[in-house]
Structure formats: structure tokens, C-alpha cells
């Protein structure tokens, strides 16, 4: 798992039937909610998917663009794909058995084609749902990130993410586009424009940490729990303590570490839990 970085990095970012039941948990009841969230299109606050979220979180508020030092990022919105559609009911991780105890040896199995509304979303559960055998979520983290010796499975790499990422968020109204020049080349950057939209994620995860910390996983909101996760997988939680006072900043990130140092098999055994967000935080433990 990325660690997080020094306190100097932050201020230059400021620029059986239990399985049954818990199947039944991440996949009914989290699709039909986050379905009844898709009918409300016409709400006030706007509906993030965990892609655009990480990505904006990444993005430099005036500059428009991700650091260049993250070499993370990718990976992470992967990742970001994977709970997502594991949070929509459209994949699951295979039951536990004797022979596949450990949540990296379980098999991703396709649950729903119903379409997402999401392009992304859709073009990964495509490709969940022809393959045979089925692969494991390390597997599929490397394989739409483009990172595979194999040039037969080159062609589920999901291309340009960041970027059409960047577009759905142009879209929203968060972002807008821009050309910038980089003395050899020119680049387009897409500095925020919606400032409080980027705020209302920052104080939610800032909260999720501090005033409202349960200090339990298994009681924190489930989609909060994912957004910490991964983007400290992609390597830009950080960007979300950088406004904070010195001690609260000490704080957060002490409950982020514990939040993080979690055992990824015990908790995704436990009553309730969402399987794919623990077994994606062990893929990037590994890694």
C-alpha cells in the first residue's frame, strides 16, 4: 500500500450462508441503492463516481493536471473501477472455498449486464464478462492498467482513463479545458472550476477522519471507506489533508494509517463487509 508521504510533500500538494448473506448485501442492496441514487438526477449535490472522485483529488486546482512524480494513479483508478461496479451489484468476488481462503487467490465473477450510465464502468464489466477462466482482482488491476507481458490480453487495457475521466467532470461542471505550453509541447490541463464541489469532497473525507471517526471499518460508510482506500492507493489522500491545522492534519493522518494497516482477510470476513474493497486493498498491499 502507497504510504503516505512527509508533511513537506503535503504542502506543496496544497498548491456458506454467511457468504450467501453478504453476497446478497453487496450485490442486491448496494445496486438497488446506488440505482435509486441514478433516478435522482436532478439532485443539487452532484453524483460522483469513486474514478472522478480520486482523479479530482489528484488534480493540481489551478494547473489542471496530476503530479508527475505519481506513478500511482493508474493503478488506482483501476482499482476505483473495480468497488465500483462491485458497489453497483454488476461483479462479486467467488465464494470463499478450502482451496481459496485468501481474497488475492479469488476469482472476479461477472453478476449484472445492466448498463451503469458509465462508459468506463461499462467497457471493464465487458470485458469481465466474456473472459474465461475468470482472473483474480490483482489480475484485472494489471490488465486494464496495460501492465502484462501477455500481448494476447493487451487489448483489455481501458485507454486514455484519465482523461475521458477529465470530460465526464468538464461535463458536470467541475472542470473546464485548457491548452498550456511546456516549452517543447502544448497539454491539455483541466484546472477546477467547481470549487465547491472539490471542497465537499475534501471536509468528507476530512470528517470521515475527524469529527465523524468511528474507528471501526465496518461502520464507516462503505463508499467513504472505498475513497480512502483508494486514494491512498493512487497515491493522493494526502491532498485531502493539506487545508488542515497542524494537529488536526496529525490526526487524520494517524486514523488513516490505522484505517489502512487493517487486516484485509479479517475484515472482509466480518458482517456486512464489501469484499472487493478489502480484497483491492490487498492487491495494492502486495504490490
Known amino acids: 500500500m502507497t504510504t503516505l508521504t512527509h508533511r513537506s510533500r ?7 450462508g454467511k457468504q450467501q448473506q453478504q453476497q446478497e448485501e453487496e450485490g442486491t442492496g448496494w ?23 480520486v482523479l479530482l483529488l489528484g488534480l493540481k486546482d489551478k494547473e489542471g493536471y ?11 483508478l483501476r482499482g476505483c473501477i473495480l468497488i465500483e461496479l462491485a458497489l453497483r451489484g454488476r461483479v462479486q468476488l467467488e465464494p470463499q472455498t478450502m482451496r ?26 465487458k470485458h469481465i464478462k466474456v473472459t474465461e477462466p475468470a482472473e483474480s482482482v490483482q489480475s484485472w488491476i494489471e490488465l486494464l492498467t496495460g501492465e502484462t507481458w501477455n500481448p494476447l490480453k493487451l487489448h483489455y487495457q481501458i485507454r486514455n482513463v484519465r482523461e475521458r475521466l ?5 461535463e458536470k461542471g467541475i472542470l473546464t479545458t485548457e491548452k498550456q505550453n ?7 490541463t483541466h484546472p477546477v472550476t467547481n470549487t465547491t464541489e472539490k471542497q465537499r469532497l475534501v471536509k468528507r473525507i476530512q470528517d470521515g477522519l475527524l469529527e465523524r471517526w ?13 475513497l480512502i482506500v483508494l486514494a491512498s492507493a493512487a497515491d493522493v489522500l494526502e491532498n485531502a489533508f493539506a487545508s488542515l491545522a497542524d494537529e488536526r492534519y496529525e490526526t487524520a493522518v494517524t486514523r488513516s494509517r490505522e484505517l489502512l494497516d487493517c487486516d484485509p482477510e ?12 478489502w480484497a483491492v486493498m490487498a492487491a495494492f498491499s502486495k504490490a
Open 10 to 16: 503535503r504542502l506543496e500538494a496544497a498548491g456458506g
Open 31 to 53: 445496486r438497488d441503492s446506488l440505482e435509486d441514487e441514478g433516478e435522482k438526477g436532478d439532485c443539487k449535490d452532484l453524483r460522483l463516481t469513486l474514478m472522478e472522485e
Open 66 to 76: 496530476t503530479s508527475f512524480w505519481n506513478d500511482c494513479i493508474s493503478s488506482g
Open 100 to 125: 481459496k481462503k485468501r481474497l488475492l487467490d479469488r476469482k472476479v465473477l461477472f453478476r449484472s449486464d445492466a448498463p451503469t450510465g458509465d462508459v468506463l464502468l461499462d467497457e471493464a464489466l
Open 166 to 170: 477529465a470530460k465526464n467532470l468538464v
Open 182 to 188: 511546456f516549452l517543447l509541447f502544448d497539454m491539455t
Open 214 to 226: 468511528v474507528n471501526d471499518p465496518q461502520r464507516l460508510d462503505r463508499r467513504l471507506l472505498a
Open 266 to 277: 479479517a475484515e472482509a470476513c466480518k458482517p456486512g463487509a464489501l469484499e472487493m474493497i
